[in-house]
């Protein structure tokens, strides 16, 4: 009996040593499959010229990032990195080295180097080998004015300026610097170009500028250029109406208020209009980039609808009374309906003359402030921050760059811009001084 139980447990012993080794070779195995796998991507991407641009140890495994953005979990080996050189050293005594390189990056300068006019936009686009995990900066006089590759950067004074241009990853950076000339320039302070003009029905409409049969959006468009480039007054009739212009120069973000639009506001008779501002980002001279809105008084208020839509109907005939209170009729996407009256001080059709059956038109809407007592109507300024807002000579109806917000509301730090798009903010009118309609009259640039 006590031969068959030693014989028993002799088999039960060497049964487990025998699983041992097996789960030992199995383990052996998978290390060998893991290290032979590693050995085949550190190869391939040597082929490849890769290199390394980033890692991180983690939990005893280096995560290794390469120049293709693809990466490289290792564990089993040790790795060193000298001399630009991440080297991999496994239990078997091999290594494989791969390029480890600070940021490859050139800046192309022209001949005589880079020269530009003040007030225009400087753009520098360097040559990088590759942007997976670096950190660009530019430097001007040590303080950096950009954190990206690509330099969008305008200067407001003359003189020759030296930029430093930085490129950082986990292996170190590299710097170049350029010298940039800026030359002094002289401009209008003033409108240089109307891009659009699309009023809504009013009753300065078809007078402000005049329009004819015959008239397009693009004659009408030319016709808003001469008489603001010439020094007097459009009309944006209702809400939604609005123009887009452009200047000789980049109107910069300085210190304090950077700029006015001129209109004819007087105190109890303001007509504000929504400020959109943009930069020529894209460099092709069109106003074909993010706008951003002048977040004024009114844009946090309960009453303000961001993304308000309003749709205009050209009435079938001009009525035959002249103070016609349903006239031209209109529909919004708040689900309401109503009408902008004629009155017999303006006999002209409000409808204008080179539009079709209906049009759309789209932006930020303010409940007006305009009031009745003692049997006059007035319509008292918001308090700051909008067009045809306060006369042109009061402070308050300057506009600070900073208090641009993107169309999430956010705040944005803009170094200058190149156009701006004004619209009529209100949807209001008495009987005796008809629609607001706010007027552009011209612009300012507080910094020229």
């Not at 961001?306 to 031209?328: C, G, R």
């Amino acid at each position: 009996m006590k031969k068959i139980l030693f014989l028993f447990l002799s088999v039960v012993l060497l049964t487990g040593c025998y699983k041992d080794d097996i789960n030992d070779l199995k383990k052996e195995v998978s290390e060998l499959k893991e290290r032979m796998a590693l050995y085949e991507s550190l190869l391939d991407a040597l082929n490849n010229r890769l290199y390394v641009t980033d890692y991180e140890e983690k939990d005893g495994r280096y995560v290794i990032t390469l120049s293709d953005g693809s990466t490289l979990s290792v564990s089993n080996c040790a790795v060193t990195l000298a001399d630009g050189l991440m080297t991999f050293t496994f239990v078997d005594g091999r290594t494989i080295s791969i390029d480890a390189s600070v940021p490859d990056v050139t800046v192309i300068e022209p001949a005589g180097g880079f020269v530009i006019d003040k007030m225009k936009w400087l753009r520098i686009q360097p040559e990088a080998k590759d942007a997976v995990g670096v950190a660009y900066r530019w430097l001007l006089d040590g303080e950096e004015i950009s954190g990206g590759k690509d330099l969008l950067h305008v200067f407001a004074e003359a003189g020759t300026y030296h930029l430093e241009f930085r490129a950082k990853n986990m292996m170190g950076e590299s710097s170049h610097t350029v010298a940039v000339t800026v030359n002094d320039k002289s401009y209008v302070n003033g409108i240089a170009k109307v891009y659009e003009y699309l009023p809504a029905p009013g009753q300065f409409i078809n007078t402000m500028p005049e329009a004819a049969a015959g008239d397009t959006p693009e004659t009408m468009r030319q016709k808003a250029e001469e008489v603001l480039t010439g020094g007097s007054m459009i009309c944006l009739g209702g809400f939604g109406g609005y123009a887009v212009f452009g200047f000789d120069h980049t109107i910069i973000n300085g210190e304090g208020n950077d700029f006015t639009v001129l209109g004819n506001a007087f105190a109890g008779s303001a007509e504000p209009g929504v400020i959109m501002v943009s930069y020529d980002a894209n460099g092709n001279g069109l106003p074909d980039d993010e706008w951003y809105e002048i977040a004024g008084s009114e844009y946090h208020k309960s009453g303000t609808v961001k993304n308000y839509e309003i749709t205009y109907y050209k009435p079938a005939s001009e009525p035959a009374n002249p103070d016609e209170p349903e006239y031209i009729r209109w529909t919004d996407n708040q689900g309401q309906t109503g009408y902008i009256s004629k009155n017999s001080f303006h006999t002209q059709t409000y409808y204008p003359l080179w539009m079709g059956d209906s049009y759309t038109l789209k932006g930020t809407f303010m409940e007006t402030l305009m009031y009745f007592q003692a049997g006059n109507w007035t319509s008292p300024a918001c308090d700051w921050g909008y067009a045809d807002n306060h006369p042109n000579t009061d402070v308050r109806a300057q506009i600070d760059m900073d208090w641009a917000v993107d169309k999430n509301g956010n705040s944005v730090k803009l170094k200058g811009i190149d156009f701006v798009r004004v619209h009529t903010g209100n949807r209001a009118e008495s009987d005796v001084t008809g629609e607001i309609s706010t007027e552009v009259a011209g612009f300012t640039d507080l910094n020229l």
